[in-house]
C-alpha cells in the first residue's frame, strides 16, 4: 500500500504543502502580527492581549534576555508556567532572541526540574511563584543563573493583575516562601523596554524547542525540534484546516496546558495564521470555572483529550455552553474512546475527530478528516508530506491487510534526534523513519488504527508515565524488595498507574508506597493501586514480565 489515503483527502487540502513559505517561526508570528495587529491573540482571566501587545512586549523580553541577561543565540531558557498570558510572551521572546526554549511541566517535583534542566543545560528560568521553592532546591545542581519569577497576574491590566495576585497568594496562599536570587516579571520588562533587541538570523536548521518526553528506558529525553520541524507541522496542520476555519473568525479554547506539545504546536503557533483568538484556561480542572469561561465566547474551535471530553460531557453544567459556533473539536495525546464521542455529540451536539503524533514528530503525523468523513476508531490518516507504514520484528514493512505492526512515520515534522542521546536516538529513527513503539492495523483506505503498545508507557490523561522511572523511585523504599510498574484502565483518565510489590518489611502497607512515591514524583505518576506479592513473574534470566501482570485478571 502506498499513500492510498491521498484519494481520502478532502477537496481543499493539499497533497503538499511549501515548507520555505517561513525561514523561522518568527515568520510566520510577525505575519499573523502584520495581518491581525488588533485582534485578540489569548484572553486569559478574561483580559485580552492583542497581537501588537503580543509583539511589543515579546519585544521587551527579548530585549531584556539579550541585554540584561546577557543571553546569546542557542542558549537554553527553561519556561514553566500553567496557562497564563506570560508563556506565550516568553516564547516568542525567546525566539527574537535566539533562544532554544525548554518546557517543563510547572507540576513536576524537585528531583524531575532537577533532571530537566540539567539535562538540557539551560542557562535561565521563568518560573511561575506558586513553583519558586521548588526551583530554590535545586538550583544549585543546576547551569541556570538567571530567574524570572512571575504571578499568575502579571500580564493583565489594573486592577485585575494585583487583585489576582493578592488572592492566589494571601486568600489562597498558593506561593509557599522562596528566597531565590532573582528579577520579577515587572522588572525584567521595565530593564528590557531600555533598549532593544537585535534578532539573529534564525533559519530551518536551528533548534526551536527542547521538548522533553519519556522513553522506554524511562529516562527523560529532550527531542530536538528545529524551526523546520514546527514550520512543518504548523503547515501540515493548517493544511487540514482549511475546510473548516477562516481568517479573523477564529476563538480557541485552550485548556490544555502550553508546555504539552499538542497545545504548544497546534493552538499556540499553527492557529495563529488564521488570526485566531486563543483562549487560555489556567487550571482546566475546575470545571465550574472552565465551563463558565466557554459560555463567554463564541468559541469556534476546541482542543482536549479524551479524558477532558468526557468530564465535560458528563458534567450538568455543559448544557448551559451554545455550541452553535462551534466548527472543529480535535481530541489528541490519547485514544479517544467511542463511548466518549457519542456522549459528547449528544451533549453538545458538536462532533470531535481524533488525531495521532507524538513529541517526536512536532506532534501531529495522523488525523481525520474535519470535513464528516472521519472513522471512528481511527487515527485517521496522514497529514500532507507524511509517510506511515507498518513493520514487523525484523523492521519489515507489513503488506498484509489488517495485519499489524509498528507505527513508522516519515516526514519534515519529524525530531533530528534525542538531545545528547545518540544511542536512544539510533533506537527510534532508522534510515529517516521514527518508530513510534505503537503497534497498529490500517485498512484499504490508509486509515490507521492503534491496536496496542510495543513499549510499557503509561498513558495517564495523555501524558506519558514510564515504568523504569515510577520502579526507580519505589525502589528506595528500604521496605521494598522488588517492584514492578504497569498501567491498568481508569474510567476518568484511560490509565492509571499501579505497582505491584514483594515486601523487604512484612509492615509494609499500601499508604506507606503512595506517601513515598508523592515525594518525588508528580501526581499523575504516583501509584493508584498497590498489590503485593510474594514474587513477580521473570523471564530465565530474571527479567521481570510486566505484561504478565497486565494480563492478571485481578489485581487485589
Known sequence: MKNTWLKHYPKSVPHHIDINQYQNILEVSDEAIRKFRNNPSFTNFGCDLT?????????KLASYFQNTLGLKKGDRIALQMPNVLQYPIAIFAAF????????????????EMRHQFKDSGAKAIVIVANFAHLLEDIIKDT??????????????????KPLINFVIKKVKKMVPNYNLKHH???????????????????GHDDIAFLQYTGGTTGVSKGAILTHK????????????MTPKLEEGKEIAITPLPMYHI???????????????????????RDFKDFIKTMKKHKFTVLTGVNTLFNALANHPDIKTVDFSHTKVCVAGAMALQKAVKENWLKATGTDVIEGYGLTESSPVACVNPIDGTDRVGTIGIPVPDTDMKLVDDADQEVTKLGEPGEICIKGPQVMQGYYNRPDETAKVI?????????????DEDGFFKIVDRKKDMILVSGFNVYPNEVEDVIAKNPKVLEVAAIGVNDTHSGEVVKVVIVKKDPSLTEKEVIDFA????????????????TELPKTNVGKILRRALRDAPTFQ
Not at 497581537?51 to 515579546?58: C, P
Not at 547551569?143 to 499568575?152: G, P
Not at 520579577?184 to 534564525?202: R, V
Not at 515525594?519 to 506479592?533: A, G, I, M
Open 51 to 59: 497581537y501588537h501587545e503580543l509583539d511589543v512586549q515579546s519585544a
Open 96 to 111: 527574537r532572541a535566539g533562544l532554544v526554549v525548554v518546557n517543563t511541566n510547572p507540576l513536576y517535583t524537585a528531583p
Open 143 to 160: 547551569d541556570i543563573q538567571h530567574v524570572i519569577v512571575t504571578q499568575l497576574g502579571d500580564a493583565l491590566p489594573f486592577p485585575k
Open 184 to 202: 520579577t516579571w515587572d522588572q525584567a520588562m521595565k530593564f528590557g523596554s531600555e533598549k532593544t533587541y537585535i534578532q539573529p538570523k534564525l
Open 229 to 240: 520541524n514546527i514550520i512543518a507541522n504548523v503547515l501540515q496542520i493548517c493544511a487540514w
Open 262 to 284: 499538542f497545545s504548544l504546536t497546534v493552538c499556540s503557533i499553527a492557529l495563529m495564521r488564521f488570526g485566531t483568538q486563543n483562549v487560555l484556561i489556567t487550571n482546566p
Open 430 to 442: 532508522k534510515d529517516g523513519w521514527l518508530h513510534t513503539g505503537d503497534v497498529g492495523i490500517v
Open 518 to 533: 508523592k515525594l518525588s514524583l508528580t501526581n499523575y505518576k504516583v501509584p493508584k493501586h498497590v498489590e503485593f506479592r
